[in-house]
């Protein structure tokens, strides 16, 4: 693990709850994102907290740099406010998800947890309601990847990746097994060159396939 914030007292809380895991490791300590982007071509943490508003270099910017490098770690923001409008920024810079940074220490080291491995790390409900809120003022541009590589079934669990579905509920909903639902994902990720399914669930929004406001499919 990497901490990137500004505050000496925030890095130290969130160091000492990570080290108290078995399981969980704080190799640096960074207090910009000039550092942070330094550090994690140093160290190659597995994982990134990173604020999102630090002096010199905000966390977006630094999350943006490591994703255009190829830096394989996972990045986690850090944000005081629920639904932060730059969250939004990030995640399509290449984090992987954002944390409130009240979150209870135990919810921090899962999240952790969930995001080394790969998984999703917004809940559901916080996912909805963010993706709701800033996909209708996604900027302009060229035009998004398209979706023509994905088959019928992969374009289904896309949508409900997109509503902030888990394996779990997709599989339910679409009578598969959850390690079927984990292979479309991964197709879906391998085919469209996404990182993971936050950015997946971007890229639904982006191209018009899931629209704000709209109800699961089947729901």
Do not use: C, W
């Amino acid at each position: 693990m990497l901490i990137a914030d500004d505050q000496e007292l925030v890095r130290a809380g969130f160091s000492m709850i990570i080290d108290s895991r078995d399981d969980l490791e704080v190799v640096g300590e960074a207090g910009d994102g000039v550092q942070a982007v330094a550090l994690a071509g140093q160290l190659h943490p597995d994982v990134i907290l990173m604020d999102v508003r630090m002096p010199r270099m905000d966390g977006i910017e630094a999350a943006r740099q490591l994703a255009a490098t190829g830096h394989p770690a996972r990045i986690i923001m850090l944000t005081t406010f629920d639904l932060d409008e730059p969250v939004f920024a990030a995640l399509r810079a290449g984090a992987s998800g954002f944390l409130l940074k009240d979150t209870r220490p135990d919810d921090l080291a899962a999240a952790i947890r969930v995001v080394a491995a790969g998984e999703a790390l917004l809940a559901p409900t916080v996912t909805r309601r963010l993706l709701d809120r800033f996909a209708p003022e996604l900027p302009g541009g060229s035009p998004p990847p398209s979706l023509e590589p994905l088959s019928t079934r992969e374009i289904e669990v896309l949508k409900l990746v997109a509503r902030a579905l888990s394996n779990d509920e997709i599989a339910e909903r679409l009578t598969l097994s959850r390690a079927t639902v984990k292979t479309h994902l991964s197709a879906i990720l391998f085919k469209l060159g996404l990182r993971d399914r936050v950015q997946a669930a971007v890229l639904a929004y982006e191209t018009g396939l899931v629209r704000p406001g709209t109800a699961p499919p089947g729901g």
